[in-house]
């Protein structure tokens, strides 16, 4: 995010484009299931408060009493469902709906989910004010270390490549004297 390395190319990743064509389908598919109108979002939300805080909504769901809410689409394959704790979708998809909810204005959300290419489920989610009030201190926190050019502390085996990346070009003629530092 501060600029230093070149953001990935997810370009022909099996994944990547499984999620491009099968989302529309999936969405089709949760929205019939569930009785939802639902409508492609075509913009960038950004929070009305906090700068850098923004979300890619998926879909939203339209023309229910309780307001707008987002959709956000998941294929997930049923090994990987299986190990889904109390039976409930992952904590980071969980907040990836309460970031939507924050950023779109949003009353409520919903994950869709296509579990091992046969099996809709949907989970929706009320807005929790106080987990929402947590990813916009974590999001403010984030960009004042960018702004601040702190670098977070690397755990080397997660991170070697990014470390790679950063560090893989040598500077002809400069030379960094460490005798005088104590810890080398």
Same mark, same amino acid.
């Given at each position: 995010?501060?600029?230093?390395?070149?953001?990935?190319?997810?370009?022909?990743?099996d994944?990547?484009?499984?999620?491009?064509?099968?989302?529309?389908?999936?969405?089709?598919?949760?929205?019939?299931?569930?009785?939802?109108?639902?409508?492609?979002?075509?913009?960038y939300?950004?929070?009305?408060?906090?700068?850098?805080?923004?979300?890619? $909504?998926?879909?939203?769901?339209?023309?229910?009493?309780?307001?707008?809410?987002?959709?956000?689409?998941?294929?997930?394959?049923?090994?990987?469902?299986?190990?889904?704790?109390?039976?409930?979708?992952?904590?980071?998809?969980?907040?990836?709906?309460?970031?939507?909810?924050?950023?779109?204005?949003?009353?409520?959300?919903a994950?869709?989910?296509?579990?091992?290419?046969?099996?809709?489920?949907?989970?929706?989610?009320?807005?929790?004010?106080a987990?929402?009030?947590?990813?916009?201190?974590?999001?403010?926190?984030?960009?004042?270390?960018?702004?601040?050019?702190?670098?977070?502390? $690397?755990?080397?085996?997660?991170?070697?490549?990014?470390?790679?990346?950063?560090?893989?070009?040598?500077?002809?003629?400069?030379?960094?004297?460490?005798?005088?530092?104590?810890?080398?």
């Amino acid at each position: 995010k501060a600029g230093n390395i070149a953001e990935d190319d997810l370009s022909g990743i099996d994944a990547v484009e499984a999620g491009i064509f099968l989302e529309p389908s999936i969405a089709e598919w949760i929205a019939h299931r569930n009785g939802w109108k639902i409508r492609k979002v075509h913009r960038y939300c950004q929070h009305p408060t906090v700068a850098g805080m923004g979300a890619s $909504p998926d879909y939203e769901i339209v023309g229910l009493p309780k307001g707008r809410g987002t959709l956000q689409i998941k294929n997930v394959d049923s090994l990987v469902r299986r190990q889904w704790e109390d039976d409930k979708p992952p904590m980071a998809f969980q907040l990836q709906v309460q970031h939507e909810i924050a950023c779109g204005g949003y009353s409520w959300g919903a994950l869709g989910v296509l579990v091992g290419g046969n099996r809709p489920e949907a989970f929706e989610f009320d807005r929790h004010d106080a987990a929402i009030a947590k990813i916009e201190a974590a999001v403010a926190e984030f960009w004042r270390t960018i702004r601040d050019g702190e670098e977070p502390h $690397p755990d080397f085996a997660r991170d070697l490549e990014t470390i790679q990346q950063l560090y893989s070009v040598a500077n002809l003629g400069k030379v960094v004297d460490l005798t005088a530092d104590e810890r080398f």
